[in-house]
């Protein structure tokens, strides 16, 4: 026989009134839960005291007017928690085992501060730019060019096919086998770099891959150089990792690679962050002799170069420049590629390609982090690369692009002629330069008026010039495209007497 609770029986303190409690609406949650709430409400208030015998469930569920079971399942969760106790022929009552003096109640409400002191190390910058209606952000695709029906077949057939029971389990850290083979077959077709499947991780987007990477791979303290103009959210994914940065300049042939071997000559270099094809955000293309240089600098080094190549389908003049990791023979290079651009950031699917040993080292760091992606939207899109179709949605996109682009130009000399800038021959963005001008308050006289877009300084990393801007331009149609530049020009601040500096 279960023992009797204290208070039970004709000793027991009863409770002879009705128990008011005090209901919310649906929204505030299921009601048994709600029912326990006011219940440990009236004992903190002391209404109710420790050893009291509550009303039968069957009494309390008649006095709210709800199901029994309702009532039953709040005395259980109460009965879980320790507040109420019950015994057979009893009754249930309110534990004895509580202070005979709670602390002073009130009413319970969302803590709107932590109730414990937060690191004061503080966080990166944020990396995000303020939204308007019209969008000219450098990374941000045509959502509406999603192929979301052939994607939507192809998760159902990957969670209907064989093996879709595995993809719901925990799998393979580096990712998906299928989709790690597809990966393997459009970097040797497409971008010639030549990996195998052993040497491949998928992660959810080359945002992630970069954070793991540099956990991975370097130490707290390390020293890793940067391209002076570059995305917050690379150098905030670095600062996590816990090492210091060092901007390297940049000029029209891309990053300044006798800059880095100087500084490489004053202090122990461990790696360099670059985006070669299509620099973020000046949209400069390494050229081919400091491709040969900075291989050459990072073999005699021992440096690692974490090669982002974020936009690579987007070249609308000429063929694509093959990556670095096309010509490594030394195994410096770890690439960092997307999904993102080419289908929806929404995603967050992107690869990381380095050797087989680093590709089991970043496994093994993301174990202890979110363990796997989503293994079912990796079969998917794997399918969507096996039969072609994201060949086919890249050719689609690439020539709505590059019509944006073009219109882009067109709008921004015919308003904006003071403007300097030279069409990028690929990419989603352009870089300008609008001498003199104050181009931060001119972004935030743009956000205003209903535009968005990126002044140098959300980019800079030290003392540059800052009279420069990026403006995106594949997520706006071609009218929407001239309707921002007429808006741009209308918000454009008078220049200053003085550029604010040369041309990077």
Not at 268 to 275: E, G, I, L, P
Not at 458 to 478: K, Q, S
Request: glycine content about 8%; some cysteine.
């Amino acid at each position: 026989m279960a023992p009797r609770p204290s208070g039970a029986g004709t000793g027991g303190v009863a409770v002879t009134r009705e128990l008011v409690l005090q209901l919310g609406a649906a929204d505030q949650g299921p009601l048994f839960l709600q029912i326990a709430r006011a219940v440990v409400e009236d004992i903190e208030r002391g209404r109710l005291r420790p050893g009291e015998r509550l009303p039968s469930s069957r009494k309390l569920a008649t006095q709210l007017g709800v199901h029994r079971k309702t009532v039953v399942a709040a005395f259980l969760e109460l009965a879980r928690q320790g507040w109420i106790t019950s015994a057979p022929a009893t009754g249930t009552y309110v534990s004895s085992d509580l202070p005979a003096k709670l602390p002073p109640f009130r009413r319970r409400a969302l803590a709107d501060r932590a109730g414990f002191d937060l690191p004061r190390r503080p966080l990166p910058a944020p990396s995000s730019t303020p939204r308007a209606g019209l969008l000219l952000l450098g990374g941000v695709p045509e959502l509406g060019f999603v192929p979301r029906l052939e994607l939507c077949r192809a998760y159902r057939r990957a969670m209907l096919g064989a093996g879709a029971r595995a993809l719901m389990d925990y799998g393979d850290p580096r990712g998906e086998p299928r989709l790690r083979r597809a990966v393997v077959e459009l970097l040797t077709r497409a971008r010639g770099v030549r990996a195998s499947v052993a040497s491949v991780n998928i992660v959810r987007g080359s945002q992630q891959g970069l954070y793991l990477a540099a956990r991975a791979l370097l130490d707290p303290g390390d020293c890793v150089a940067i391209e002076a103009y570059s995305h917050p959210a690379a150098r905030g994914a670095l600062e996590l990792a816990g090492v210091e940065l060092a901007p390297v300049p940049l000029d029209g042939e891309g990053l300044d690679v006798a800059a880095l071997e100087a500084l490489c000559a004053a202090r122990r270099v461990k790696a360099v962050y670059t985006t070669p094809h299509h620099q973020l955000p000046t949209t400069v293309t390494l050229t081919a002799a400091r491709r040969v240089r900075l291989l050459d600098l990072a073999r005699r080094r021992r440096l690692l170069v974490l090669e982002d190549d974020y936009d690579h389908e987007f070249r609308y003049e000429g063929r694509p420049v093959l990556p670095l990791a096309s010509a490594d023979r030394h195994g410096v290079v770890v690439y960092l590629g997307t999904l993102s651009k080419i289908l929806a950031p929404g995603l967050r699917l992107g690869f990381i390609v380095s050797t087989p040993d680093v590709a089991e080292r970043i496994a093994g760091y993301r174990t202890f982090v979110d363990h796997q992606g989503d293994h079912a939207i990796e079969r998917a899109v794997a399918e969507l690369l096996e039969d072609g179709e994201i060949d086919r949605h890249t050719q689609r996109v690439r020539r709505a692009y590059r019509a944006r682009r073009d219109a882009l130009c067109e709008a921004l000399a015919r308003h904006l002629p003071g403007l300097e800038f030279d069409p990028p021959s690929g990419g989603m963005a352009l870089w300008a330069r609008a001498p003199g001008v104050d181009v931060d308050a001119w972004a935030r006289r743009a956000h205003a008026a209903g535009v968005s877009f990126q002044p140098a300084s959300h980019f800079a990393l030290g003392r540059w010039p800052l009279d420069f801007a990026r403006f995106g331009f594949a997520a706006c149609d071609e009218a929407q495209l001239a309707d921002a530049a007429r808006r741009l020009a209308q918000t454009l601040p008078k220049a200053r007497s003085r550029p604010a500096g040369d041309r990077p």
